[in-house]
């Protein structure tokens, strides 16, 4: 908690104004609750997708990423144009050049992920996908080095080596891995880490400071549905008999659907929070334990049957997921590559 405190950022309200510190106590508590949201929001979304593809036999994840998104472009949307949140760039909205560049391939690809992740819920279990997650950094790195955009430093290198040892360690644990969901997993990992590095390499060639994320849900998340909606109603909602099927289960449990779309809509505001309060090194640390603790919680109500060797290989992937974030963020002497300042804009 020391550390949460310490690396604290100014204050802001979610909707971009600035505000004062809060006296006395209250900070803390600010900051303690915001950090809690995050750990709480990512974990119960997760499960109540899961739930959703499963326990009420919606078996179309494409189609449930896009209500989410679709829910959080149209809130976006509506703090826009009721000027709740000014658009601190209106001329982005009629730039041709912006919306090659940067909106399509961000709307595309955070699609692509969300598409694929939610997939692989449906052939691996929750502790498997989380495990498999650990390898995103490593993916994001070697691309990163690929582009030339930075050129990593040795430890580096071998946290991003123990992470891959790691993960493959648990990975075998689970004996019937199915390879499709193996596939969709490391698909979704592929199109976060391109992500990733796309935004990164925006900076780097100059594009400026990072857009509010109000406004940047506000140009990203409408094409980002629309790629939802086309791909689910081209793979999955392709016959009147799966569109009734959807329809019923919907109808059926309507307060299920919203509350996983407000929950991916409260994620995102949520994480913007916690930054703000408690610094992009605490974020990172967050995520990770929220992802470990997420493995454990199924393990402990017997949801999941996990082998201490898949338990042994997630605890070695996450204890290097640490020091490589520490590593990146300079805490043992200097960051973890070239890059020079659009790598610590990125970061």
């Not at 119960?44 to 209500?67: D, E």
Request: glycine residues 10%; positive net charge; proline residues 5%.
């Amino acid at each position: 908690w020391r550390l949460c405190w310490r690396h604290r950022q100014p204050r802001h309200s979610i909707l971009g104004m600035a505000a004062a510190p809060a006296p006395g106590l209250a900070g803390p508590l600010y900051a303690f609750a915001a950090c809690g949201g995050y750990m709480t929001l990512g974990p119960l979304l997760i499960l109540l997708n899961n739930h959703i593809l499963h326990g009420l036999h919606f078996p179309y994840p494409i189609a449930l990423s896009a209500l989410g998104v679709t829910f959080s472009a149209a809130c976006c949307r509506l703090l826009t144009l009721t000027r709740l949140v000014p658009l601190t760039r209106p001329e982005l909205a009629q730039s041709r050049a912006f919306f090659w560049r940067t909106t399509l391939p961000l709307a595309a690809l955070a699609a692509l992920t969300l598409a694929l992740g939610n997939a692989a819920y449906m052939h691996l279990t929750v502790g498997t996908c989380q495990i498999l997650k650990a390898l995103t950094p490593a993916i994001t790195l070697g691309l990163s080095y690929a582009l030339r955009l930075e050129e990593p430093r040795a430890p580096v290198v071998g946290c991003v080596l123990l992470m891959c040892c790691g993960t493959a360690v648990a990975a075998r644990g689970e004996i019937a891995l199915p390879r499709l969901g193996l596939l969709l997993q490391l698909s979704a990992n592929l199109a976060e880490a391109v992500r990733v590095v796309l935004a990164q390499r925006l900076l780097s060639a100059g594009a400026g400071a990072p857009l509010p994320l109000v406004e940047m849900v506000h140009h990203v998340a409408p094409y980002q549905s629309l790629c939802l909606l086309a791909a689910s109603a081209a793979v999955e909602l392709d016959s009147a008999e799966h569109r009734a099927r959807a329809a019923a289960a919907v109808l059926g449990a309507p307060l299920a659907f919203l509350g996983a779309s407000a929950l991916g809509l409260g994620l995102q505001f949520g994480a913007l929070l916690a930054i703000k309060v408690a610094g992009s090194v605490t974020m990172k640390l967050l995520g990770i334990a929220r992802n470990g603790s997420l493995v454990l919680f199924q393990a402990a109500r017997g949801a999941e049957a996990l082998a201490p060797r898949q338990l042994g290989g997630h605890a070695a992937s996450t204890c290097a997921f640490v020091i490589y974030t520490l590593l990146r963020l300079g805490y043992f002497g200097g960051g973890g590559g070239g890059g020079g300042a659009a790598k610590q804009k990125a970061q």
